[in-house]
């Protein structure tokens, strides 16, 4: 497994900590999925959430501060600023929002924040499109990581475009990828690992699930299963019958 | 006391108040103490929507809260003025999977289409579909606080305004997150509401609009008065309401009917909910003390509940499901 920033995740599932029904669900949900990241939003919970902060450091996995909700460069780096701060930790999943309603990054903005937070010693996880020029600028930037979309946050779509997540994954070979937003099901977790990609990020399909824990060890199950299966080398896909017995001997030829 | 036992409940939120009845209810003899004195906007159960909706919580919440909430419609018709019209669930045409999911996870409803939501409520325009609560009902949390408090004085209570003594035996303490020194996994989780008004909107009952990033329910407080709630922060910073919370209550009225655009904003509340990580409420016994704490934003829905539990435990030494440490 490649390393993210020098670090090497014991599992390759991210886990949110929005949106679970209590505090108390969410730590079940983490310990049934054995994600070995927890990414938290600052910008909502900013201020005083020090309680909920504390339950998050006491998952005792690695926390991944986001920027979820910012729509500017300026927010962005001053939310991770604050983050840097209430986590102790040079990581950020950069996210900059540049349309209302489908949550998709704006890819220039990113570009922009991905360096100035890169300049001061962040090291940045952009939350970005399956754009491979964008791509190309947000390493200029600085990142050594990407996190392209599957679909849109919360849609629960899957991974909308797989041309060109598999063109993502064959033009970074070397880069850690991570599949952000739009998982709904496991399938489509386990089909984002059996293409190759490093890991997953979730949150909605596992927080609003109607039993998180389960759908916790669901997404667990199927990210282990596409990450072995993209290892052991899948056959190709074909249009005819490939028979699995022998056939010399019979008279296939007519 | 002519070897009565006198108990001290501290605190006159919705907690203090109704263990305060259920106990005298019970043949207790009972005296409050709070030194914010009647029950006002000091207390975060002030600023509460009323709504007794357990099945519409039940779709976010734990199975208790179904159980033990249903007990509170009654509960409350026999003290303050309880409105049963039910409630109304409405979701835009782009957002009917939330309602779909909604729908899936709790029950006791009625599939409403846009005749029969716009025969509910004729000022709702525009929703394809709903879901009618119609066993779920209302009340105006500040008249029912008032009501308790006036009950429980009338039958003998005294309310002392200042903070109870020390070493006072036979103690409830309902504190709420004023607890938090001595409940340590208690949090709180901040909450901001508008009171408006728009007398050219009629709403008769409490309507939740479903929205992914922005839900949004208003409760009718009756001659045109609204109030729109609430936001759910993981944040215990209560000094006063963010634009993005008003911008984003403001947005979703407007979204249920234009004409709430020309609403008067009556009132901002901000405020703290109590709540444990499971965000259920908790009866604990240390010594002479009782705490019951932790009503979330589930207060006059699970107070009843919590009052008998808080009543079995001091009079009849019976644990309820609440109770979760007993170090009498």
Redesign the interface.
């Known amino acids: 497994m490649k390393t993210f920033y020098g670090t090497k995740l014991p599992n390759p599932l991210m886990l949110g900590t929005a949106q679970y029904p209590s505090p108390a669900m969410l730590e079940k949900a983490f310990r049934e999925s054995r994600a070995g990241v927890a990414t938290v939003s600052l910008r909502r919970e900013s201020g005083a959430g020090q309680t909920f902060w504390q339950m998050i450091r006491d998952l005792g996995v690695l926390v991944l501060p986001n920027t979820a909700g910012c729509h500017t460069v300026k927010e962005a780096v001053t939310t991770a600023h604050m983050a840097r701060e209430v986590f102790d930790t040079k990581w950020i999943k950069l996210e900059l929002i540049g349309h209302t309603d489908s949550l998709q990054p704006d890819v220039f903005q990113l570009v922009e924040a991905a360096r100035i937070l890169t300049d001061d010693g962040f090291q940045v996880f952009p939350y970005t499109t399956d754009d491979l020029v964008v791509a190309e600028r947000l390493f200029g930037a600085g990142c050594e990581v990407l996190m392209p979309w599957g679909a849109p946050i919360g849609s629960g779509r899957g991974l909308n475009n797989e041309y060109a997540l598999r063109a993502m994954r064959a033009e970074f070979a070397d880069v850690p990828l991570v599949i952000d937003a739009g998982i709904g099901l496991p399938s489509h977790a386990a089909h984002a690992m059996e293409l190759g990609y490093d890991a997953v990020l979730l949150n909605t399909a596992v927080a609003r699930a109607g039993d998180p824990v389960a759908m916790a060890r669901a997404m667990m199950l199927a990210i282990e299963a596409g990450q072995l299966a993209h290892e052991a080398d899948p056959i190709e896909a074909r249009d005819m019958a490939e028979p699995s017995t022998p056939v010399i001997g019979k008279a296939f030829l007519s | 006391m002519d070897g009565v036992t006198l108990w001290s409940v501290i605190g006159a939120g919705v907690a203090g108040l109704t263990i305060a009845s259920e106990l005298v209810s019970r043949g207790a003899k009972v005296q409050v103490f709070d030194p914010g004195g009647p029950p006002g906007a000091h207390g975060c159960s002030w600023w509460a929507g009323g709504m007794l909706a357990p099945w519409c919580e039940y779709e976010?919440?734990?199975e208790p809260v179904l159980r033990l909430g249903q007990g509170a419609l009654d509960w409350w018709g026999t003290r303050t003025v309880v409105h049963r019209c039910g409630t109304l669930v409405v979701a835009n045409s782009r957002d009917l999977p939330d309602l779909r999911?909604f729908s899936?996870?709790t029950h006791g409803f009625k599939d409403v289409d846009q005749p029969e939501i716009a025969e509910l409520e004729p000022d709702l325009m525009g929703f394809p579909k709903g879901l009618f609560f119609s066993n779920e009902a209302h009340l105006d949390p500040r008249r029912a606080l008032l009501d308790l408090y006036q009950q429980l004085q009338s039958e003998g209570v005294v309310f002392h305004q200042k903070l109870a003594p020390s070493g006072l035996k036979n103690t409830i303490d309902c504190r709420g997150l004023h607890a938090r020194e001595t409940l340590h996994d208690l949090?709180?989780v901040k909450g901001e509401m508008l009171v408006i008004r728009c007398p050219d909107v009629t709403l008769t009952r409490p309507v939740r609009l479903l929205h992914?990033r922005m839900p949004l329910y208003i409760v009718p407080r009756g001659n045109g008065v609204y109030m729109l709630g609430a936001t759910m922060?993981?944040?215990?910073?209560s000094s006063r309401i963010t634009a993005r919370s008003m911008l984003e209550l403001l947005s979703a009225a407007y979204a249920l009917n234009p004409a709430f655009g020309e609403a008067e904003v009556l009132e901002i509340g901000v405020d703290l909910r109590p709540?444990?990580?499971?965000?259920?409420p908790r009866i604990r016994r240390r010594g002479h003390v009782i705490y019951a704490n932790g009503l979330y934003r589930h207060g006059y829905l699970l107070a009843p509940a919590l009052a008998q539990g808080v009543a079995d435990l001091a009079l009849e030494n019976k644990h309820s499901e609440m109770v979760d440490e007993d170090r009498a």
């Open positions: 976010n919440a734990e999911r899936r996870r949090r709180g992914p922060i993981e944040s215990e910073d709540a444990f990580p499971d965000n259920l």
